[in-house]
């Protein structure tokens, strides 16, 4: 699958012991950055979205100490050493079926063929150029990209989506 989007920068090293990492990339778009906002990480090929939760720059503008969800330790923390963030995730429009109405989703039970676990949609966010479900894991909001590699079928009947969920996400 082929990816547009702002790369923003590497993940460096860890730093601390709770998981923070440091960051170096694109001063201009470093200094936008705030808790509460997706980065997308690029693991195996694949971009998988991770939520900001704590964000400090440092004095040269060019890099930021970030704390991810779902990253909760220095062991952690440096499995993700050398990988690359994007601002976004675009996937090449020739990869996403028509989803048109994504709110129709919503309710909807994704079953993961990896794990063969069951979520259920909860919201979407409808992005032009990357939409993605919102999927409810145990009272945890998780982004599910809305592309063909991923969603492999919908059954608009039974409400129910298959799903090969990418490396990482739960």
């Keep these: 699958?082929?990816?547009?989007?702002?790369?923003?920068?590497?993940?460096?090293?860890?730093?601390?012991?709770?998981?923070?990492?440091?960051?170096?990339?694109?001063?201009?778009?470093?200094?936008?950055?705030?808790?509460?906002?997706?980065?997308?990480?690029?693991?195996?090929?694949?971009?998988?979205?991770?939520?900001?939760?704590?964000?400090?720059?440092?004095?040269?503008?060019?890099?930021?100490?970030?704390?991810?969800?779902?990253?909760?330790?220095?062991?952690?923390?440096?499995?993700?050493?050398?990988?690359?963030?994007?601002?976004?995730?675009?996937?090449?429009?020739?990869?996403?079926?028509a989803w048109n109405h994504l709110r129709d989703y919503i309710g909807f039970m994704v079953t993961d063929t990896r794990s063969g676990n069951e979520y259920k949609v909860t919201d979407f966010m409808d992005n032009h150029e990357n939409p993605l479900l919102i999927i409810d894991k145990e009272g945890v909001e998780v982004m599910l990209p809305v592309n063909a590699d991923y969603i492999l079928s919908v059954d608009s009947k039974k409400k129910k989506i298959v799903a090969a969920f990418p490396d990482g996400l739960i």
């Design 1 to 97: 699958m082929s990816y547009r989007g702002s790369h923003i920068g590497t993940l460096i090293k860890p730093h601390g012991f709770r998981g923070d990492l440091l960051l170096k990339g694109r001063k201009e778009i470093l200094t936008e950055l705030q808790t509460g906002m997706p980065l997308f990480i690029e693991i195996d090929g694949q971009r998988i979205p991770f939520f900001i939760e704590e964000i400090e720059a440092d004095d040269t503008g060019g890099r930021c100490l970030v704390r991810f969800g779902f990253i909760g330790s220095d062991e952690e923390a440096r499995r993700f050493v050398g990988c690359q963030v994007f601002d976004t995730l675009v996937p090449d429009k020739r990869d996403v079926p």
